[in-house]
């Protein structure tokens, strides 16, 4: 375990050297800190957008850095002949890859967490004295920013275990895809109901067995409707997100595994 969380930690201090990490982050910081400047609209309207902006931007910035980072990192000390080294000590492939996502899913919490703070902050200035249940209100939002991170946390394990078998551009593509299908995967349902073309349908049905439902994890809709965030609601989007993170480790592990270097 001490193996690896070293990688771990090496593996985070490389990501924050990146400029690409500083970036998103300082970026999606002040968009989200100039949320507030929206004083024109209405009350209850300025509150849905504070709050659909927020979490907007930092799911978003969570994603690519997820991505990138996740698609690049073991890629890169293949290239750099690194990995030989690392291997040749007595460190198991297996600490080194839990090494790796762990340094990936640290920094994306460090990603979330400021600009949580930043958003959290923003939605407590423009609210106070307004909603009278603001408390409540910040919970949902906690709920909601623990849900992001989770999500975020699938994107890592699906990018790590494939940058042990493809090139960096191909899994980005691939990770990006997953994405963006996840978060449609309540409408493949519909599809498939309506599609007439029998390939087309098993493709679909195949496409959504897979893909994990992201949608589950993006609650801004719930949200903007005043609808609570409960651990009823909670408890199994996590279970079913631990059950896709294991999957795809150990997926990662065993094609991982076989591969000569």
């Known amino acids: 375990m001490r193996t690896t969380m070293v990688i771990a930690w090496n593996t985070f201090h490389e990501a924050v050297r990146r400029r690409v990490f500083l970036i998103i982050l300082i970026f999606g910081m002040i968009a989200i800190g100039n949320s507030n400047f929206f004083s024109f609209m209405s009350t209850g309207e300025e509150e849905k957008f504070i709050t659909d902006f927020g979490l907007g931007a930092i799911l978003l910035s969570g994603m690519l850095i997820s991505v990138f980072l996740g698609a690049y990192l073991i890629p890169a000390e293949m290239e750099r002949k690194t990995i030989f080294t690392i291997l040749a000590k007595p460190v198991d492939r297996l600490h080194f890859l839990l090494g790796k996502f762990f340094g990936v899913i640290i ?114 809709e719930r949200l903007l409707i005043g609808e609570p965030v409960g651990l009823n609601y909670m408890i199994p989007t996590l279970g079913n997100a631990a059950i896709f993170i294991l999957i795809a480790l150990l997926l990662g592990y065993l094609f991982f595994y076989d591969r000569e270097f």
């Open 107 to 220: 920094t994306v919490f460090v990603n979330v967490v400021m600009m949580g703070a930043v958003f959290l902050l923003a939605f407590y200035l423009k609210q106070r004295g307004v909603d009278p249940h603001i408390g409540m209100s910040l919970m949902n939002l906690v709920k909601a920013l623990v849900l992001i991170y989770v999500e975020l946390v699938v994107l890592c394990s699906i990018a790590i275990a494939v940058s042990v078998v493809a090139s960096v551009a191909f899994n980005i593509v691939l990770t990006m895809f997953i994405y963006f299908a996840g978060h449609i995967s309540s409408s493949f349902q519909h599809l498939i109901e309506h599609t007439e073309q029998s390939w087309v349908e098993a493709m679909l049905r195949i496409t959504y067995f897979f893909i994990p439902k992201l949608d589950n994890f993006d609650v801004r």
